[in-house]
């Protein structure tokens, strides 16, 4: 027959466990949710730079056609000599 004795009860009490395994798997799910928070974040952040990006742009866009627009005005206004 068999050298192991008949054990009686749960699994749990009688095989070993491997706590090494599960922290490490533990830990990449833990890594795995801060990286996808990091990453939401990235993501939040580039869309502001975006909007800041398109912001700034109107504004010199805007500041370029009021210097022209001045510079047409005294070119048309200016009496004929």
Not at 32 to 38: K, P, T
Request: avoid cysteine.
């Amino acid at each position: 027959m068999s050298d192991r004795p008949i054990r009686t009860g749960s699994r749990f009490l009688y095989e070993p466990f491997d706590s090494a395994h599960a922290r490490i798997e533990t830990h990449e799910q833990v890594t795995a949710e801060r990286w996808a928070a990091l990453e939401r974040r990235l993501r939040g952040i580039e869309t502001a730079l975006d909007r800041l990006e398109r912001r700034f742009w109107m504004l010199v866009y805007g500041v370029a056609t009021a210097m022209i627009s001045q510079i047409i005005y005294g070119i048309l206004t200016k009496p004929p000599s």
